[in-house]
Each structure stands twice: as C-alpha cells, then as structure tokens.
C-alpha cells in the first residue's frame, strides 16, 4: 500500500456505543483483528491480518451519549489548525476543535456544509 499524502484518506475511526460488538461483528464479517492502542488509552487497533502492526483504523466509545455509531475517515492535511480555519470559512463546521493525540499527532473532525462529517490529521513525524 503506498503512504498517503496531503489530501487523501488515510484513516477510518468507528465510533459507536458498544466497541466489543463492533469488534465480534467485523472481525466475523471482514477478518479483521484488532489491538489495544496502549496502557491507559481506551482505543482500538485495526489490523488487516495477523502481521500487520500498523493498523488501518480504530474502534473507540462514543464520546457522547445518544449519537449513533458512526464512521469517520480522516484525510491528512499539511496543518490542521489552518485547514479548521478554511473549513469555517467556507461554511463547514467544527464538530471536534484541532487537540493533540499523544503519540499520534493533532486531529480535528468537521463537515462539509451539507453536514458530512470527516476528521482530519497531521501524523507526528
């Protein structure tokens, strides 16, 4: 699989109200494995199989109570801050401010002005 660049997709978070179901009903489906993300952190891993270490994605609890499960794919951006700043002013929302994953890098989530809802990324180097 080749890297992602600036623009593309690169990563698919499943956010939903029962993360250990999430995990029996796609590992059944698709195969998939999965993996704590780390000591203390209440995130999962996806794996494409039984060698991969780096994952395609993530598994977490709805941080808010009563949304329905969710996708959401992350597109990696230069600048997060910047891109958050061109989205307000082209009409879109900010549904999760720009924060810093320890670790991972800065992330954002937002949406298009007709409400489709995406996250955003600048992976630490």
Known sequence: MNT????????????????PAAKKFYSGLLGWKTKAFGK????????KG???KNGMGGMMKCPKPGL???????????DVDATVK?????????????????????????????????GIIKPMM
């Open 4 to 19: 992602p660049k600036s623009g593309e997709f690169c990563w698919n978070e499943l956010v939903t109200s029962n993360v």
């Open 40 to 47: 203390g952190i209440d995130y999962t891993i996806i794996l």
């Open 50 to 52: 039984k060698t991969d």
């Open 68 to 78: 329905p499960a969710q996708w959401i794919p992350y597109i990696l951006v230069a």
């Open 86 to 118: 061109k989205t307000v002013k082209l009409h879109g929302k900010v549904y999760m401010p720009p924060s810093d994953v320890p670790t991972v890098g800065r992330i954002a989530v937002l949406s298009d002005p007709q409400g489709a809802a995406f």
